[in-house]
Nanobody
Framework: QVQLVESGGGLVQAGGSLRLSCAAS????????MGWYRQAPGKQRESVAT???????NYADSVKGRFTISRDNAKNTVYLQMNSLKPEDTAVYYC??????????WGQGTQVTVSS
């Protein structure tokens, strides 16, 4: 089972940018879907962005045009570039990997706080 470690979270002012990284413990070349999810206090975890092995991406409506997900198979890493951040983007961000043969794996999460 792959292990995932997120990094890059922090405190930023509204309108600022952050780049989250999700480092995998092994090659992600064969991992079917990788994605970023977030959970704000008192709310359910929601999908932010996903990317499949072929490169197709999908975004939540709330982040379209502001966030970009990418994967670097050579570095076993998935990124989430977040621009024009808003206070409502404040949440714990989790990385997820879905291997159709091995199942789903979550990282431990990284806190993103956007101040107004």
């Amino acid at each position: 089972q792959v292990q995932l470690v997120e990094s890059g979270g922090g405190l930023v002012q509204a309108g600022g940018s952050l780049r989250l990284s999700c480092a995998a413990s092994r090659s992600i070349f064969s991992i079917n879907v990788m994605g970023w999810y977030r959970q704000a206090p008192g709310k359910q975890r929601e999908s932010v962005a996903t990317i499949v092995s072929g490169g197709f991406t999908n975004y939540a409506d709330s982040v379209k045009g502001r966030f970009t997900i990418s994967r670097d198979n050579a570095k076993n890493t998935v990124y989430l570039q977040m621009n024009s951040l808003k206070p409502e983007d404040t949440a714990v961000y989790y990385c997820n990997a879905v291997d159709f043969r091995a199942g789903s794996t979550w990282g431990q999460g990284t806190q993103v706080t956007v101040s107004s």
